[in-house]
């Protein structure tokens, strides 16, 4: 049985009607394998984040309807509900939107516009430098930032 762990993240270009300021950052990473959701969750606690895990794209629709994430590092293949689906289910909510970050092993031309057509922000190829994981939930935490102190001064 798969369980959701913590978060600590922020980041997008969407609606970020979320909690105050000074609270910590929320993120998801959606992956249905068990070792690609230990290693992504060991790297990004090492460089200092929280994270919640998801299986699927049930599980994940279903966790950022309890309570909204500010980011969510989204795996496209995966079972009972793929990335691309639960990307678009996400942007239909009327909650807060989080980033949408595609994490996929596919590579292929037309791909990345693919990731984007569902709604999701920004893309990282699998397989990925531990760096490039912190880098990009880093500038989507710096962006969600941004966003919520000019949402604030508004």
């Known amino acids: 049985m798969r369980q959701p762990a913590r978060s ?4 997008s270009s969407r609606d970020v009607s979320a909690g105050p300021a000074s ?39 279903d966790a950022h309807k309890k309570q909204p994430y500010d980011l969510i590092l989204m795996d496209c293949q995966m079972p009972v509900m793929d990335g691309f689906e639960a990307s ?3 942007r239909n909510l009327p909650l807060p939107q989080p980033a949408i970050i595609a994490v996929t092993a596919n590579a292929l031309v037309g ?14 190829s699998k397989p990925f430098q531990a760096e490039q994981l912190v880098a990009v939930v880093t500038k989507w935490v710096a962006i969600r930032k941004g966003e919520k102190s000019a949402a604030s001064t508004a």
């Open 23 to 61: 609270a910590p950052p929320r993120i998801l990473m959606a992956e249905d394998n068990a070792i690609n959701q230990r290693v992504g969750k060991l790297i990004l606690q090492r460089a200092g984040f929280l994270i919640d895990l998801a299986a699927d794209g049930v599980e994940t629709l």
């Open 8 to 11: 600590f993240s922020s980041g």
């Open 111 to 124: 791909e990345r516009e693919r990731c984007l057509k569902a709604g999701m922000d920004d893309y990282l």
């Open 88 to 90: 678009r289910e996400i």
